[in-house]
């Protein structure tokens, strides 16, 4: 049995000033249910490789840049896609690991005082810092060997960049959010369940990248495809 058109609409706040309809409620289920699925794309290149400078036997002797990563069709990976003004969704807990002197996963997203759970695979000392855009630290823990893991609360929303003292060239960032986010993989796609319909407001983040926000109508029972291009 499906839900009422009059409750769907009932969660739904309208914002008169700009003509956007702003859902606050969390996922609906069943068939008035929408979706929005996208793919981010750039003509931009992948930067060059990272020359490493301490323990190589770990590391390799180069790593490749990360900041752009796109396959040849270019299709980007790592693009945060985040649903203006409609709360819940992101996990409660996130993990990120030390794999071979880089961040795995790179990005990330995480619910406003949830958990970032940290460990390492490589058999040397690692840090993890995580600083906000205006350089407050969040925390700083030292990760001594591999196959131990932290945690940390982080309850502050906002953009939290991941580094390492030790291997400096190393980066992270982990999105601290109460709205509905989601990443793009390494084909560029993303995809974003139980909306209710309306119209809504998608705000694009990449570490290096650009893109306006995008206005998206999702109808009831039906997926709204949207093409995000990335530019500096």
Known sequence: ??????????????????????????????????????????????????????????????????SILVDEAGHLANVIVTVAGVRGGAPAETFVSNEKCAFVPRVSTVRTGGSLKMSSKDPMLHTMHAAAADGRAFFNVSIPMPNITLSRTLDKAGLATLSCSTHTWMRGYLLVTDERAAVTGRDGKFQIDGLAPGTYELRIWHEVLKA???????????????????AR
């Open 1 to 66: 049995m499906g839900i009422p058109r009059t409750s769907i609409f009932a969660a739904i706040a309208v914002a008169t000033t700009s003509g956007v309809f702003w859902a606050h409620q969390k996922d609906i289920r069943g068939p008035a249910a929408g979706a929005i699925s996208g793919v981010a794309t750039t003509k931009e290149t992948a930067p060059r490789p990272i020359r490493v400078t301490i323990d190589p036997a770990v590391c390799g002797q180069s790593l490749p840049g990360e």
């Open 212 to 230: 306006p926000p995008v206005k998206v109508v999702v109808k009831e029972g039906e997926t709204a495809a949207v093409e995000l291009t990335m």
